[in-house]
């Protein structure tokens, strides 16, 4: 059974860096057919993208977060990792971790987010 | 960036009645290759969300086939054929057409 967990710290400071951890049990991140991504929700608001990578490395972010966002995976782990620097306020939500499911060709096909972590409080605050 | 839209925001439902909510996209989402680049996201209270359809209307492993996933283009529509108690959440439709990908603001689905 695949099982997503993310695990980082809960409180952070204005322009602290938040490094968050998915740790990934049942299947291999280098396994082929996989994206692993991030997706956060404001407290009481809908779903938000923030980015994705490919075992490879090949990564992409939400645009207004570039430059503050890094994801990276560790096979020696089975993990991936979200960095965001420079937190705000705006940057409090419950973060969650999902694997994704595409196939390359021609064009790549997209097969959903189908396995999700339960979810991870962050909150930034003075 | 693609613009998702849904409607409508809230629905209250009748159990054992059907229930319907619309998606748009601000451009289109089918590709050449005849593929509609939307899933359907439900997110049940106090859960994280489960994927309900990929690419328009193929269904996700374990979704009950009282669900459907329809349209093509910038036209997407979830049915629901009878709404059951345990149906009640936030419904997401999301395009993965491009990065970065898009939700839309999500359906409230409350029983009556």
């Known amino acids: 059974q695949v099982q997503l967990r993310e695990s980082g710290p809960g409180l952070l400071k204005p322009s602290q860096t938040l490094s968050l951890t998915c740790t990934v049990s049942?299947?291999?991140?280098?396994?082929?057919?996989?994206?692993w991504s991030w997706v956060r929700q404001h407290p009481g608001k809908g779903l938000e993208w923030i980015g994705f990578i490919y075992f490879g490395g090949r990564t992409y972010y939400k645009p207004s977060l570039k430059g503050r966002l890094t994801i990276s995976v560790d096979t020696s782990k089975n993990q991936f990792s979200l960095k965001l620097t420079s937190v705000t306020a705006a940057d409090t939500a419950m973060y969650y971790c999902?694997?994704?499911?595409?196939?390359?060709?021609?064009?790549?096909?997209?097969?959903?987010?189908?396995?999700w972590g339960q979810g991870t409080t962050v909150t930034v605050s003075s | 960036d693609i613009v998702m839209t849904q409607s409508p925001l809230s629905l209250p439902v009748t159990p054992g009645e059907p229930a319907s909510i619309s998606c748009r996209s601000s451009q289109s989402l089918l590709l050449t290759n005849g593929y509609n680049y939307l899933d359907w996201y439900l997110q049940k209270p106090g859960q994280s969300p489960q994927l309900l359809f990929y690419l328009g209307s193929h269904r996700a492993s374990g979704v009950p086939d009282r669900f459907s996933g329809s349209g093509s283009g910038t036209d997407f529509t979830l049915k629901i054929s009878r709404v059951e108690a345990d149906d009640v959440g936030f419904y997401y439709c999301m395009q993965t057409l491009q990065t970065p990908f898009t939700f839309g603001p999500g359906t409230t689905v409350e029983i009556k």
């Open positions: 999902a694997r994704g499911n595409f196939m390359e060709g021609q064009y790549t096909l997209y097969y959903g987010m189908d396995v």
């Open positions: 049942g299947v291999s991140v280098s396994g082929g057919g996989y994206y």
